[in-house]
Each structure stands twice: as structure tokens, then as C-alpha cells.
């Protein structure tokens, strides 16, 4: 017995040896992984049609049953970067789309199985279609919720077909963006971050920041319009350390709505998506006397608006505080933490747009030199930077009339969802300018998406004698 043991251990070990030398190391290659083609033997329909059955008067969730029928689409999104999470955004063609919708699905992994441009088949029957975060879902129904669709059910209801497209984004510009491109995969050019993400001694990063609370949120402008749009990364996603690029470029994403359905976000499947290698800035030009930031021993002018209660006071205080697009909201006296201020802000309003002007009174700069402006600014309900600066040593009376000069100030980049605590100063040079001057902020915002709040603290200017 011990004799054949050692024979049959000596052959097992023989035959193994032979195969292995039958492979070479470095030609090595794991087998792809053949899809075979699948068939339906029911009716097509197309995107757009089941998101037909939706009734937003009701916003009931509508249930698909006995139909024989199944949803055609390709994967535009991945999950492999962390960015997305437990769906699929799919559209109806590899290049011109025209709708696409969300499918949730149970399994944190799917890039494994629908990777990118990948065409499947959704069966219908049995799941339920919902609106939720500002999007159509399909999944199932759950007391009274469309739920990701549980692993057990997911191949009764995706079939995966063999064909892979190659997925050519929706050519936009931000201010093209509306409900018919909601969940397309769309690309952007010739943007930028916004310049307050820069303040700092470094960029802020994609999602990692102390106040980023699940997802981070990135201003984005058109450097063609000016018109402006968000960034959302998951703070779960791998790449939300990395630094945001500070050139200009382009970017390929899917677009859909924030989490509160307050705005449009473009949010990455990779950081490769983006293409800011070299594009120059297309920041404004600030109008600049130097570089000095140290206040003088004088104080030319000042207001932290403590005494200020009611809107007429700020008038008889000579201050202009005007709406120019037509509509009633104005900078307002607002109190937090007992802490008096001004604020203004377009939510829970029916104004589009929202131009406001507060405009400081005649501020005398003929009895010293050196002066420096310095102001508080805070922001809150972040989702868009919408408030300049200015400064006139010509001012007419009206803000429309007037020839201003933009300062280089920096706008706080509040949280997007929460009321901010911390106000940022900023403090400019304003001494090569002479006489009487006077200082606006002006609000450029409006529902339902630049409804930024600001509040407006502690305008001081100083200078020496």
C-alpha cells in the first residue's frame, strides 16, 4: 500500500508539472468571457414609452403587470469608481439619445456584469416605476416606495445581450439643461471650476472635505455663457480625494438632479471623464489698486448693521437697496445667533430672475490714503455662486447706470443642503481710487435653481492719514 500511495502521488505531481510546462508564463491570458445572445419572445418598448405610464399630478406608483413586454436601453453609468450605487442609468440610443431613466438593482457590483455601452433588455412585469430624488426609477414596489430590485429577481427581470456600444455623449451647454436630458450621458466644454474653489492654499478635492456630507457639490461655468452648473462625487467615490483641475476643458457625465431635487448635477463615472489638461482660465477681469490687505488706523467708513431692524432704516441710512428685475425681494435685515446682518436669497419665492443691488452710501476717500474695503460674507442652501462685488467712484443714483468695477471677492461656498455658520472676509485694495466712492453686492439669482442664500456682515473701510 505504501509503494502504490508514493506511485500515485508521483504521478499526480508528474501531470501537473507537464501542464504547467505546456504554458508559457508571458503568453498567459485569462478566457474572455463570451455573453451569449439573448432573445425576447415578447413586445419592445422604448424608454420614453414607460416613462409615459408616470402621472405627475398624482405621483402614484405605477405597476407593470401581465404586459409581455420588456424596455430596451444601454448602461451609461458604472459603478466601478464608486460614484454610483446600486442602479443603472440607461438611454435609449448609443448617440442622439432622447430619454433614459434609472433602474435600481440590488448588487453594489454591476460594472462585473453591465459594463459601460452595454445594450439589456428590462422586463417589465412585476416592477414598478416611481419619481424620487428628481428622477424615474424602475424597481420594485415596497409599501409605498420603489426599492432596487433584490438579487434573486434580477435575472427574471435583465437580460443581457452581447452587443456593446460605443457610447457617443449628448453634446450640451448648461444652459440647454432640462427634464427631456435628465439621465443621459452628455458632455460639456470649454468650463471650468469655479475660481472660490482655489481660494485656499490648495484646490479643494472632488468630495473629501470636511463639510462634503455624501456627496460633494462643484460649481461648474460655461466659459462661452457664463451659465453655471454642479459636479456631484459621492464621498464614497475612490477618486474623491483627488484634486479638482484648475485649467479649463471638458467633461462626459451623466445628468440628473441633485438629492433634494433642487438643481442639475453631472455626475462621473471616471475621473478620466474629464479633460482640463492645459485650457487657460476665462476668469473676469477684477478691476485691482495692489496688494495690500492690512487695514488702516482710520476707520473711513463702517456698518455691522447691529441697529438696523427694518428696511426703512437702511433707506434713511442712505443706502439703495433695489430689485431691477421687476419682483419685491430685496436684502432684508436678518438676525442669527444674535448676530445681525443682511440677507437675501431667491428660495420659496416666485421670482426668475432675481436682481438685487444693495449699494453702500457715499464713502469718503479725500481725507486719507491706503484704504482697504473689507466685508463679511456668508453663504447657505448652496447651488450656485450668484453674488458679485462692486465698487464706482461715479455712481449715478442707479445701480443700471452706473459704471461699475468688479472686485476680486471671495464668494463662501456654503453647503448645499444646510444653513452655513461661518462668515468669510475678504479685504481689497481700493487705494488708487479718489473721492466718493460707493460699494454694491448684487444678486443675480431665481427659482428653481440659483437660490443661493447670502448674508452681508462688518463692511468697513480704513485708511491711514
Known amino acids: 500500500m505504501k509503494t502504490l500511495f508514493n506511485f500515485n502521488i508521483l504521478l499526480g505531481v508528474t501531470a501537473v508539472l507537464f501542464l504547467i510546462s505546456c504554458v508559457k508564463s508571458d503568453d498567459y491570458e485569462l478566457p474572455e468571457i463570451e455573453v451569449s445572445e439573448v432573445s425576447f419572445d415578447g413586445n419592445l418598448t422604448t424608454i420614453a414609452a414607460v416613462k409615459g405610464h408616470f402621472d405627475f399630478e398624482s405621483e402614484d406608483i405605477y405597476t407593470f403587470q401581465n404586459t409581455g413586454v420588456a424596455m430596451e436601453g444601454y448602461v451609461v453609468s458604472s459603478d466601478e469608481g464608486g460614484n454610483f450605487y446600486k442602479k443603472l442609468v440607461l438611454q435609449d440610443r448609443s448617440s442622439n439619445p432622447t430619454s433614459g431613466i434609472q433602474v435600481l438593482i440590488d448588487d453594489a457590483s454591476l460594472f462585473n456584469t ?60 448648461i444652459r440647454d439643461f432640462n427634464e427631456s436630458f435628465k439621465n443621459l450621458y452628455i458632455k460639456l466644454e ?23 456630507q455624501f ?12 451659465a453655471t452648473s454642479m459636479l456631484s462625487t459621492s464621498t464614497f467615490a475612490d477618486f474623491r480625494s483627488l484634486l479638482l483641475p484648475e485649467a479649463s476643458g471638458g467633461l462626459s457625465g451623466v445628468l440628473t438632479r441633485d438629492f433634494y431635487d433642487d438643481f442639475f448635477i453631472i455626475v462621473l463615472n471616471t475621473p478620466e471623464d474629464l479633460s482640463f489638461e492645459d485650457g487657460a482660465r476665462c476668469d473676469p477681469e477684477f478691476f485691482k489698486c495692489g496688494e495690500n490687505s492690512t487695514p488702516g488706523v482710520e476707520i473711513v467708513f463702517q456698518e455691522s448693521f447691529e441697529t438696523i431692524t427694518t428696511l426703512r432704516m437702511l433707506e434713511t441710512r442712505g443706502w439703495t437697496n433695489v430689485n431691477v428685475s421687476g419682483g419685491s425681494v430685496v436684502f432684508k435685515p436678518g438676525t442669527l445667533g444674535g448676530n445681525r446682518h443682511l440677507r437675501i436669497s431667491a428660495y420659496n419665492t416666485i421670482e426668475a430672475p432675481l436682481e438685487a443691488w444693495l449699494v453702500t452710501p457715499a464713502i469718503d476717500l479725500e481725507k486719507t490714503d491706503s484704504e482697504v474695503l473689507a466685508f463679511d460674507l456668508r453663504s447657505s442652501f448652496d447651488n450656485a455662486t450668484i453674488l458679485r462685488v462692486y465698487i464706482s467712484d461715479s455712481y449715478s443714483g442707479n445701480p443700471l447706470t452706473t459704471s461699475w468695477k468688479l472686485l476680486d471677492a471671495e464668494i463662501p461656498l456654503g453647503p448645499s443642503n444646510q444653513a452655513a455658520t461661518f462668515f468669510k472676509r475678504t479685504h481689497v485694495d481700493i487705494s488708487c481710487l479718489q473721492g466718493t466712492v460707493h460699494v454694491a453686492f448684487r444678486y443675480m439669482g431665481g427659482i428653481p435653481d440659483k437660490t443661493t442664500t447670502y448674508d452681508v456682515d462688518n463692511i468697513r473701510v480704513t485708511g491711514n492719514k
Open 190 to 212: 470649454n468650463v471650468q471650476f469655479n475660481l472660490n474653489l482655489f481660494r485656499d492654499d490648495r484646490p479643494l478635492t472632488f468630495a473629501a472635505e470636511t463639510t462634503d
Open 215 to 226: 456627496d460633494g457639490v462643484r460649481q461648474l461655468e460655461s466659459c462661452e455663457t457664463g
Open 114 to 173: 453591465y459594463d459601460f455601452g452595454r445594450k439589456i433588455y428590462v422586463k417589465l412585469d412585476g416592477l414598478s416605476l416611481g419619481y424620487n430624488n428628481g428622477n424615474l426609477q424602475l424597481g420594485i414596489q415596497n409599501r409605498g416606495n420603489v426599492v432596487a430590485i433584490p438579487k434573486p429577481l434580477i435575472d427574471e427581470h435583465l437580460l443581457k445581450t452581447s452587443e456593446t456600444a460605443a457610447i457617443e455623449p449628448l453634446r450640451l451647454d
